[in-house]
C-alpha cells in the first residue's frame, strides 16, 4: 500500500519567508510525528499528533515553528521568517499507535529538504 | 547515559564481511529501541522494534539484540552486500512519551 509521502521533496527559500511543508500518513494510521536532520546531527523530534488529542509540542525549537493535523490525515508544519539554522531534512512518520502495549513502528517518508540562504 | 550514541560513525567494510554496530541508550524509563536503516534520498525503513532486555530478532542477514539493564544494542550484518550499504540509525523509545530519540547514525559502506 501507499506510505508516508511529503512535498516538496525540497524546498529553498530566502531567509525571512514562510514556509509550508507537507505530510500524507499511511491511511488508517492515527499517530502523526515530525523530526528533522540538521548537518551533521541525529534525527530530532519536533511535534507529535495522536488523535483528536491536543499535540506534543515539546520538540518545537521556536515560536516560529506550528504544525497542524486537519481531519486527523494531513499535516503542514509551518515555519514563519525562516533563519539559515532552519536548513535541515525535515521527516514526517506515522503510526497505528492502537494500544500502547504493542511494539510500534513509526513508518517515515522521504522528508523534504529544506535550504534557508 | 542521557542521550543515544552509536558507534562506530562510519564504516567501510569488502563484500562479503560480516560487521556490527552499537547504540547505547538511557537505561532509566526504558520503553522500547528502535533500528532503522537510511538510504541516501529514500525513507528511513524500520528494521527493528525491541522492548523485551535479551531480546534478539533477525531479518534475514541483518539480526540486532538488547540489553536494557546496561542500556545497549547490537546491530550485526552477516555477509555484507553492496546493497547494505546505508546509515543505520537506533533511537531510543522512553515510557514518558512516544517520541523517537535518535542516535547520529552509523554509515556503513560496502564495496565489492
Known amino acids: 500500500g501507499a506510505g508516508v509521502s511529503q512535498s516538496p521533496s525540497n524546498k529553498v527559500t530566502e531567509k525571512g519567508k514562510d514556509v509550508e511543508l507537507r505530510c500524507d500518513p499511511i491511511s488508517g494510521h492515527t499517530a502523526l510525528y515530525w523530526y528533522r536532520?540538521?548537518?551533521?546531527?541525529?534525527?530530532?523530534?519536533?511535534?507529535?499528533f495522536q488523535g483528536n488529542s491536543a499535540p506534543d509540542k515539546s520538540g518545537l525549537p521556536s515560536d516560529r515553528f506550528s504544525a497542524e493535523r486537519t481531519g486527523g490525515s494531513v499535516s503542514t508544519l509551518t515555519i514563519q521568517r525562516t533563519q539559515q539554522e532552519d536548513s535541515a531534512v525535515y521527516l514526517c512518520a506515522s503510526s497505528l499507535a492502537e494500544d500502547r502495549g504493542l511494539q510500534d513502528t513509526q513508518y517515515f517518508g522521504p522528508g523534504t529538504r529544506l535550504t534557508v540562504l | 547515559i542521557l542521550n543515544v550514541e552509536q558507534s562506530p560513525q562510519s564504516l567501510h567494510v569488502q563484500e562479503g564481511d560480516s560487521t556490527n554496530f552499537t547504540c547505547s541508550f538511557p537505561s532509566s524509563n526504558f520503553y522500547a529501541l528502535h533500528w532503522y536503516r537510511w538510504e541516501t534520498a529514500k525513507s528511513p525503513e524500520a528494521l527493528f522494534v525491541m522492548t523485551l532486555n535479551g531480546d534478539e530478532k533477525k531479518k534475514g542477514r541483518i539480526s540486532a539484540t538488547l540489553n536494557t539493564?546496561?542500556?545497549?544494542?547490537?546491530?550485526?550484518?552477516?555477509?555484507?552486500?553492496?546493497?547494505?550499504?546505508?546509515?543505520?540509525?537506533c533511537a531510543s523509545e522512553r515510557n514518558s512519551g512516544y517520541a523517537l530519540n535518535f542516535g547520529k547514525g552509523t554509515s556503513l559502506l560496502v564495496t565489492p
Open chain 1, 37 to 48: 536532520q540538521s548537518l551533521g546531527q541525529g534525527l530530532e523530534f519536533l511535534i507529535y
Open chain 2, 69 to 89: 539493564k546496561e542500556g545497549y544494542s547490537y546491530l550485526y550484518i552477516k555477509g555484507s552486500q553492496p546493497e547494505d550499504s546505508a546509515t543505520y540509525l
